[in-house]
């Protein structure tokens, strides 16, 4: 065992021989130095019923080798992530070793392919979809922030942070889409090879599966490239211009997560956007419309679905599922100046404030998680048989089980539709 607990007075922590090496290099007698001086204190505990692939998760997003397990504000243990990788998600374990160790953008490829491997392997084992979005997000942004190490020169790894947006963003894609990335400079400092950077980072995203965003928002596009003070300006022209592409660019940055370099460059730009927004009736109607854009028109069951040319009855589960939940909150988070971009954090948020009841923000949590694994479940199977993705799902292919979960997701969706048109007075644009 490479960690031990230390109890002091009433803290309990962790002494791992990372401390131990770190303390006997710090030039001290280690007879002069207590255990309670480099133990850990303030690290993330598990509960003892936590699954283990959440706890895998946490230890890859905070780096930790070994975290404590608890139980009625009692320590019980410690548990490494050697004992999760042996125990049940060994695969993730070996990819995320496999991407600290990388040197090519080759290595790396390989470890995208094992993604997706892993993906299907925790879908047939059941797995929530919440926890297989959180470890897929945490891999994704090892391999994005190595890929940007290995082909960016050092001194744009220190002036830059690199983002990335969009369902990426904010922790919810699971099967590969488009590419959704930005780079922030720092301001004053400029690089005369960025352009090739940026070319060689995006194929390099393409050779890994994710193929270049139609909209052209990634690092190769000028517009999403830029300095700190130049991107302001930027955000302030979408935020109050009359381009109709400035709030859906405004919308794709409010998910922003930085992967790679300097954090606080994003934290000012977001913090630029919270500070800019006016409380306009008008302003705030303009943004969150979109989240109605695809809103059935007439009928019941069948006017949530489609009929394609074959006669099979469809669904698009983006359209009518997961887009006007992340936009209707997206908006309504903005609005309340919550700095959340995971869409259940921004829930959980917006009904601690009273602005959504609690059973609203619960029913489209279950909602929201529900067209996620539609989704993947479709879109692993398109996959498998070689197709191109789509969002659509044939209901003639759904069991009775899912067909009634479809049907009350899609009235939580309604309600809540309706509940925008309502806020944010739709119906008087």
Not at 55 to 75: F, N, Q
Not at 223 to 237: E, G, I, V, Y
Request: charged share 25%; with cysteine.
């Amino acid at each position: 065992m490479e960690c031990a607990l230390v109890r002091d007075e009433d803290r309990t922590g962790l002494f791992c021989t990372s401390d131990l090496r770190d303390a006997l290099l710090s030039g001290k007698s280690p007879g002069t130095i207590a255990v309670r001086e480099v133990a850990v204190f303030d690290g993330v505990t598990l509960h003892q019923e936590t699954l283990l692939i959440e706890a895998l998760r946490l230890m890859v997003r905070d780096r930790r080798s070994a975290l404590t397990v608890v139980a009625g504000g009692r320590a019980l243990g410690i548990l490494s992530r050697a004992d999760v990788a042996c125990a049940v998600v060994d695969p993730a374990h070996r990819l995320m070793l496999q991407i600290a160790q990388a040197g090519s953008i080759d290595d790396l490829q390989a470890v995208a392919g094992g993604i997706d491997a892993m993906v299907t392997l925790l879908h047939k084992e059941g797995s929530r979809i919440e926890r297989i979005a959180g470890l897929v997000g945490e891999l994704n942004s090892r391999l994005f922030d190595r890929a940007w190490t290995i082909v960016a020169p050092t001194e744009v790894q220190r002036d830059s942070c690199l983002i990335i947006m969009g369902s990426e963003g904010r922790g919810e894609q699971i099967v590969k889409s488009d590419q959704d990335n930005a780079l922030l400079l720092r301001d004053g400092h400029g690089f005369e090879s960025l352009e090739s950077v940026a070319q060689r980072f995006n194929a390099a995203l393409t050779r890994f599966g994710y193929p270049p965003c139609p909209g052209d928002l990634m690092l190769t596009n000028v517009l999403w490239r830029q300095s700190l003070a130049d991107f302001k300006q930027t955000l302030r022209r979408w935020l109050f211009g009359a381009d109709p592409e400035g709030v859906m660019n405004v919308a794709m940055f409010l998910d922003a997560r930085a992967v790679s370099g300097d954090p606080g460059l994003l934290q000012q730009a977001q913090r630029f956007v919270h500070d800019s927004v006016v409380d306009s009736d008008a302003f705030f109607a303009r943004f969150a419309r979109a989240a109605v854009q695809f809103e059935p028109e007439v009928g019941w069951w069948t006017r949530l679905i489609g009929r394609r040319e074959d006669g099979q009855r469809t669904i698009d589960l983006k359209k009518l599922g997961t887009f006007p939940i992340v936009h209707g909150v997206r908006a309504l988070a903005l609005q309340h100046r919550i700095v959340a971009v995971n869409t259940a954090d921004r829930l959980l948020a917006l009904a601690e404030r009273g602005v959504l009841s609690a059973t609203m923000s619960r029913d489209l949590v279950d909602a929201l998680r529900f067209m996620m694994s539609m989704r993947m479940q479709v879109n692993l199977h398109q996959r498998t048989l070689g197709l191109p993705f789509d969002n659509r799902v044939q209901l003639s292919e759904l069991s009775a089980l899912e067909r009634s979960m479809l049907k009350g997701s899609l009235a939580a969706i309604g309600t809540f539709r309706q509940y925008l048109h309502r806020h944010f007075k739709l119906d008087a644009l």
